[in-house]
């Protein structure tokens, strides 16, 4: 059996009304946010990661 041929797993798509450049910004904002929590570092450290903290 060929990788190709497997069937895709949790494939989401969503159709968003906006220039892709925006939406990207929009993301790495978003995600920028999410990860400089003091929640985060603690869970990073938590599960051994190696870059605990966001950097860019």
Known sequence: MQITSLPHIDEHTTDIAAEVDDVW????????GAFSHTGFAGYAR???????????
């Open 25 to 32: 910004r929009g993301l790495g904002e978003e995600l920028d």
């Open 46 to 56: 938590l599960v051994g990661a190696a870059d605990r903290t966001a950097s860019g």
